[in-house]
């Protein structure tokens, strides 16, 4: 038998009564058109704040935001709480610069086929970080689609007798149709949501090509939702074919024009991996000090994420990972954790 | 032929695995699975429906270098987008046939574990995570489970969490085959993969190991499994899961 303790299984996270949050959407979330471009910089202090429960866009190593993630560990906000929903590299760099303490996690200690994170994990196992709750990427999809329809829960069979069940806050209730058990999944409402999309008007209307993972959901859960955006582009082009538009401008707050926002990760259709960088990211999660050092280089010693794309070799490296995605170059030898 | 690798016998026998008309799924970092299902419609399985984290239903792709599941490469010559969400509504519907998955550890009875070494709270080591799996293996009519290890560290007697649970057919690994006993729900051998003997996988097994009733030789892997095998992998990324 497994230790199970009540104090993870019973406590929600991310959870509010639909009429507050009614109550603040009315207050706060305003439906007005108007530009909400500005920076890197004030988006995130504006956005995001110390004990916030913060969830990003994209899936896996596509779209994550990991220049907002570098913006939030140089302004040092602290206590976050992260929901792991299935990306991996724009958590760990805030697990291992300290940013986050707390963890909900469906899939987040790994990196795919490269290994386990040493920084994240140290994290959990040396109490640094504390993980909350388990569920499933399923899980957050059904939290945030509860959440996206006011609700506060969400119904499925799915996973009944595992223990995932019992570690992730859900509750087990007689199922009045069927008189068989069924599973509720707590809403979640995060603080702060960020997704990195293709392109943005300036008022917050977003294309994204390719996978769109749960994106939708999330930008209509978020209590404040923060868009970086490859490219900020004309309203007309928006306009010229409304069916490309994944989410409409009234749930966004700010709107922030980030090129090449996902490196050292990829963007379907603009730029692939940079596997020089990360095999250097690999080499230093392998000890504290050397991720110290990563992080004085590349973000405490950049003063943006502009200082940043030129430290980490500008154009001609850039142009290359383009290249790279567009099957004009050859994919280049896959970095793996080495050593330990 | 004496050159084949652990990797090549795990997709083959994953690949056998599927029948034809079967809606077939694989999560994050696995190329052995993608390619599997792949040389599998290429020969007795030219109906089964493939979706994938990608995004896809039926892609086709061309290239498995990338190292995320997620990439777009992996979601080529796609007839309709599909999400992860599609896909766990599909399970959960219970029109999912087969879902390859795995496990740091894996138990007897087919369940696995990704959440924990040593206790949820205090970790040994803190693993990913279970991802879709507690959601897709409770509902997918077969459950496949694949190891790129066979040690009693891998396959356990007891699971330190039991993050996902449900409905287990097959266990792969580099030793052997095991399927689920419809008597007691216990993993029996069904098969040894040619490189192994019977004592390597009591030896290293940690649970107690029983032949299947449907217990049988591995059957060769024949010229045309390999010609399609190197055809679809032919920059053998489905070796990667062994570096």
């Avoid at chain 2, 299947?212 to 095998?229: A, G, K, N, S, W």
Wanted: a negative charge.
């Amino acid at each position: 038998m497994t230790v199970r303790t009540e104090e993870v299984s019973s406590r929600l996270y991310g959870w509010e009564h639909p009429d507050t949050m009614r109550e603040y959407r009315k207050k706060h979330k305003s439906f007005a058109k108007k530009d909400k471009r500005t920076t890197l910089a004030e988006a995130v202090s504006r956005g995001v704040k110390d004990g916030d429960y913060i969830a990003f866009g994209g899936m896996g190593s596509v779209r994550n935001p990991i220049a907002a993630v570098h913006e939030i560990i140089r302004q040092k906000i602290g206590d976050l709480t992260i929901g792991t929903k299935g990306s991996q590299h724009d958590w760990q760099l805030l697990a291992a610069a300290g940013n986050v303490t707390k963890a909900e996690v469906a899939y987040g200690f790994g990196d795919e086929v490269r290994g386990l994170s040493r920084p994240a994990r140290a994290a959990a196992e040396s109490g640094r970080l504390k993980v909350l709750s388990e569920t499933t990427n399923a899980g957050f999809q059904w939290r945030f689609t509860a959440a996206m329809k006011g609700l506060s829960f969400y119904p499925t069979r799915s996973s009944l007798g595992t223990d995932t069940l019992h570690y992730s806050g859900s509750k087990t209730i007689i199922d009045p149709f069927t008189n068989e058990p069924v599973e509720l999944l707590p809403a979640c409402y995060p603080d702060v949501v960020i997704i990195h999309v293709h392109r943005a008007d300036r008022y917050g209307n977003c294309q994204i090509d390719g996978n769109i993972a749960e994106d939708i959901e999330l930008a209509h859960a978020g209590k404040f939702v923060i868009i970086t955006a490859e490219e900020i582009i004309h309203d007309e082009v928006i306009q010229q074919d409304p069916a490309l538009t994944k989410i409409p401008y009234f749930v966004v707050d700010a709107v922030v024009e980030v090129p090449y926002g996902s490196h050292p990760n990829q963007v379907p259709g603009l730029y692939s991996f940079d596997e020089t960088h990360w095999q250097e990211w690999l080499d230093a999660s392998l000890t504290d000090e050397d991720v110290e050092q990563y992080f004085n280089t590349y973000v405490y010693g950049t003063k943006d994420h502009y200082a940043y794309l030129e430290k980490i070799g500008g154009v001609r490296v850039l142009r290359e990972l383009e290249k790279i995605e567009k099957k004009l170059a050859p994919y280049p030898k896959v970095a793996r954790r080495r050593g330990k | 032929m004496s050159n084949l690798k652990p990797a090549d016998y795990i997709t083959v026998a994953m690949a056998r695995l599927i029948n034809d008309g079967e809606r077939v799924f694989h999560g994050v970092a696995s190329p052995m699975p993608a390619i599997a299902i792949q040389l599998a419609k290429k020969l007795h399985a030219k109906n089964a429906v493939y979706v994938s984290i990608a995004g896809g239903v039926d892609a086709v792709p061309t290239d498995y270098s990338s190292v995320s599941t997620a990439d777009a490469s992996l979601a080529e010559g796609a007839l309709a987008p599909f999400t992860l969400a599609d896909i766990f509504d599909l399970s959960a519907r219970g029109a999912l046939d087969v879902a390859f998955l795995s496990g740091a550890q894996i138990d007897g009875a087919g369940r696995l574990n990704l959440s924990a070494i040593g206790s949820f709270e205090k970790p040994k080591v803190r693993l990913p995570g279970g991802a879709g799996s507690a959601a897709l293996l409770p509902t997918v009519k077969r459950g496949i489970l694949w190891k790129t290890t066979h040690d009693k560290r891998a396959l356990v007697d007891k699971l330190d969490v039991v993050t996902a649970s449900g409905n287990t057919e097959f266990v792969v690994t580099p030793l052997a085959i095991f399927k689920k006993s419809e008597q007691d729900n216990q993993l029996k051998l069904y098969s040894l993969l040619p490189t192994a003997k019977i004592e390597d996988v009591i030896e290293n097994t940690g649970f107690p190991i029983e032949k299947h009733q449907e217990f049988h030789e591995f059957p060769r892997v024949t010229d045309e499994e390999i010609q399609y095998l190197e055809e679809i992998d032919p920059k053998g990324v489905r070796y990667s899961e062994f570096s």
